[in-house]
């Protein structure tokens, strides 16, 4: 078995942390603001809920829960061999608590509550060949947060992006942290809504002079419920 360094098993651990507990900025409905094309791309994600893309979101919900699948990687080559490890991880939170409130253009969280306590599954490769694997366990707590706004604008009638977030996230060195811009697609069946999200980022770092790159990819699906 090979010996991968701690700050490539450290990497990665620490982009699952960040992925499960933080709703990254996205564009999964083809919008940018300021631009003349939005809502001309329906966008890549896909959800699974079996529900209606007719309703409306205006109103309040109470949070029943968020369903979420992870992946995170760091690779990096050293001394000709490409080193890899990705972990993976699939929960749904628990002790979910709090509301949001959609009024056509603002949206307004209130208590909103829940933990992860789930096991993540790290698997480490050389040259695409895998050597070994850790399975784990990471939980997280997100205390009731009081009452947060953000702006929103509704691209289609199913879709929509959120200007700034309201989803209070867990940083892994401490504290709680404010979730990022992000599009949703929506979807209704009887009292509940889903909201669907997905996002994918790579990036490159230089760590004590090699360079590391980094993926890391989150779908989402949060479940509401008319109040």
């Known amino acids: 078995m090979r010996n991968f360094t701690p ?17 990254k900025s996205v564009d999964t409905l083809g919008y940018t603001p300021g631009s003349s094309n939005n809502g001309n791309n329906g966008g890549n994600n896909n959800n699974n809920t079996g529900g209606s893309s007719t309703g409306s979101e205006i109103g309040t919900w109470t949070f029943i829960n968020m369903h979420a699948t992870t992946l995170s990687s760091v690779e990096y080559n050293a001394g000709g061999s490409n080193e890899k490890a990705v972990t993976v991880s699939d929960y749904t939170t628990q002790n979910n608590a709090g509301t949001i409130t959609f009024d056509g253009s603002k949206m307004t969280a209130a208590g909103l509550a829940y933990d992860v306590n789930a096991t993540a599954t790290t698997y480490m490769y050389t040259d695409n060949v895998l050597d070994d694997s850790i399975a784990f366990p990471f939980t997280a ?64 770092q230089v760590v004590s002079g090699i360079t590391q790159k980094t993926t890391m990819r989150i779908t989402s699906v949060t479940t509401l419920q008319k109040k």
Do not use: H
């Open 141 to 204: 707590n997100i205390p009731s947060s009081t009452a947060s706004n953000a702006t929103y604008k509704k691209v289609t009638s199913d879709s929509i992006y959120i200007q700034s977030g309201v989803f209070t996230g867990m940083d892994p060195k401490g504290g709680t942290t404010q979730g990022m811009p992000a599009g949703y697609r929506l979807s209704w069946n009887g009292d509940k809504m889903y909201m669907s999200m997905s996002y994918t980022q790579s990036t490159s």
């Open 7 to 23: 700050s490539l098993l450290f990497g990665c651990i620490l982009l699952l942390l960040v992925s499960c507990s933080k709703e």
